[in-house]
Each structure stands twice: as structure tokens, then as C-alpha cells.
């Protein structure tokens, strides 16, 4: 941490860069493909292109910020990642379409 600190960079963008996997840059690029696609063959507008970015940007930040909150949480109470990894595994069942869950996870989930 000290190395963090030594740097004349915010902090938490220093640790953020550290952990990124360059691997997920192929999986940033096949998303990309699905997603021009999606747009082409769903004929999208274009006042619905200009919100794209900015939504997917929100998701973006509120993913992250959620991240960072459960974490600072966990370094400060617990001391350990307890509550850090309760919390990415909660994000796991994002990844499925909401109709699979039975009507109590989806109150859960939407709440």
C-alpha cells in the first residue's frame, strides 16, 4: 500500500489500474460486436443511440461505486473481504435474465 501512496496519483484509481486484466479486452471487443449487431437488426433510433453511452456509462459507475462501497465497508469492519465478496456474488445473478427467479428473489433483486 505504502507504493500507492508514494505516487503523485489518486489512490484508488492506482489500485483499480493494477487489477485490470488485459484478457477481458477480448471480451470487451466480442461485446462490443453483439451489441452493433443488436443495433443494426433491432433498427434502433437515433435519439436512442445518443442515450446508449450515457446508460451504459451509468451502469458502469453504479457497478463500480457499489464495488468500492462493499469494500471500504469490509476494510473498515470486518477486515477482511466478507462482506466484498457477498457482495460480487450477489452481482453474479445479474448475468441471468430476471424471469428465471422465482417472485420473492425478484422483489430482491429489483429492490
Same mark, same amino acid.
Given at each position: 500500500? +505504502?507504493?500507492?501512496?508514494?505516487?503523485?496519483? &489518486?489512490?484508488?484509481?492506482?489500485?483499480?489500474? @493494477? %487489477?485490470? @486484466?488485459? &484478457? !477481458?479486452? !477480448? +471480451?470487451? *471487443?466480442?461485446? /462490443? /460486436?453483439?451489441?452493433?449487431?443488436?443495433? $443494426?437488426?433491432?433498427?434502433? $433510433? %437515433?435519439?436512442?443511440? *445518443?442515450?446508449?453511452?450515457?446508460?451504459?456509462?451509468?451502469? %458502469?459507475?453504479? #457497478?463500480?461505486?457499489?464495488?468500492?462501497?462493499?469494500?471500504?465497508?469490509?476494510?473498515? =469492519?470486518? !477486515?477482511?473481504? !466478507?462482506?466484498?465478496?457477498?457482495?460480487? &456474488?450477489?452481482?453474479?445473478?445479474?448475468? #441471468?435474465?430476471? =424471469? /428465471? #427467479?422465482? &417472485? /420473492?428473489?425478484?422483489?430482491?433483486? =429489483?429492490?
Amino acid at each position: 500500500l +505504502d507504493s500507492f501512496l508514494l505516487k503523485p496519483v &489518486d489512490v484508488i484509481f492506482q489500485i483499480m489500474a @493494477d %487489477s485490470f @486484466d488485459e &484478457d !477481458g479486452i !477480448g +471480451d470487451l *471487443i466480442f461485446g /462490443i /460486436i453483439v451489441l452493433i449487431i443488436a443495433i $443494426v437488426r433491432l433498427k434502433i $433510433v %437515433s435519439i436512442k443511440l *445518443i442515450f446508449l453511452p450515457v446508460l451504459l456509462l451509468s451502469g %458502469s459507475l453504479i #457497478y463500480a461505486s457499489l464495488g468500492l462501497i462493499s469494500s471500504s465497508i469490509s476494510f473498515f =469492519t470486518i !477486515g477482511e473481504t !466478507g462482506l466484498s465478496n457477498l457482495v460480487m &456474488d450477489f452481482f453474479e445473478f445479474s448475468k #441471468y435474465p430476471i =424471469t /428465471i #427467479y422465482n &417472485d /420473492i428473489l425478484k422483489i430482491v433483486f =429489483t429492490v
